[in-house]
């Protein structure tokens, strides 16, 4: 047997060669699958015109992972490059909340990460002219240590700048993460009803 493929087609002789035009090969079957290249090829069979065989389909690609939502054409994300991507929510909310409702978007309570950001939020507050605090994704665990939403020290954040006698836990009870108008973190009582930033991930 000989089988001869070619990069632009492939021709497949089976049997010893005969007379020109003809090969003699008794009973060959009219397949063959070629695995390399994947292009249409010919068998012939004695005494007849060479027909095309179709290569075999091949098999259905796996599944694409999920595309990451692009959340700069979310309904009321905004886009700020080389910053972030963040939604104001006017509607008040508890910190609890307000948590809950940035996660129901698959976003995060906003944490600051640097001075940019911060004069952001104090912009993004200026514009819908809301004078006071903020919630922020940072609250106050058992060790008396501020940790943001997604479990780092609030001081890792490269953004730790407090107002004045603050943090102070007024009457042991302020333990969420507050914005004053600002720009300056503060701690506050959780169930007050104030508005926030929600931050998408990048």
């Not at 060669?17 to 003699?24: E, I, R």
């Not at 603050?166 to 506050?188: I, K, Q, R, T």
């Amino acid at each position: 047997m000989d089988a001869r493929a070619f990069a632009w087609a492939c021709v497949l002789v089976l049997g010893a060669a005969g007379a020109a035009g003809q090969v003699k090969t008794p009973k060959a079957p009219l397949t063959y699958v070629n695995n390399s290249q994947c292009e249409p090829c010919q068998a012939c069979q004695p005494c007849a015109p060479c027909v095309q065989r179709p290569c075999p389909a091949p098999a259905p690609a796996p599944p694409l992972p999920p595309c990451r939502t692009p959340w700069a054409l979310v309904a009321k994300y905004r886009s700020h490059p080389g910053i972030g991507v963040y939604r104001l929510h006017t509607q008040r909310a508890t910190w609890s909340e307000a948590k809950k409702i940035c996660e129901a978007d698959g976003t995060h309570l906003a944490v600051i990460n640097s001075q940019a950001e911060a004069d952001l939020f104090k912009k993004f507050y200026q514009e819908a002219r809301i004078s006071d605090w903020f919630f922020l994704g940072f609250s106050r665990g058992k060790d008396g240590k501020f940790y943001t939403v997604q479990g780092r020290p609030l001081s890792s954040t490269g953004y730790a700048r407090w107002g004045a006698n603050e943090p102070n836990n007024a009457h042991g009870s302020e333990h969420c993460g507050f914005m004053l108008a600002s720009g300056l973190l503060a701690d506050g009582w959780c169930d007050a009803r104030l508005t926030f930033i929600c931050e998408a991930p990048l």
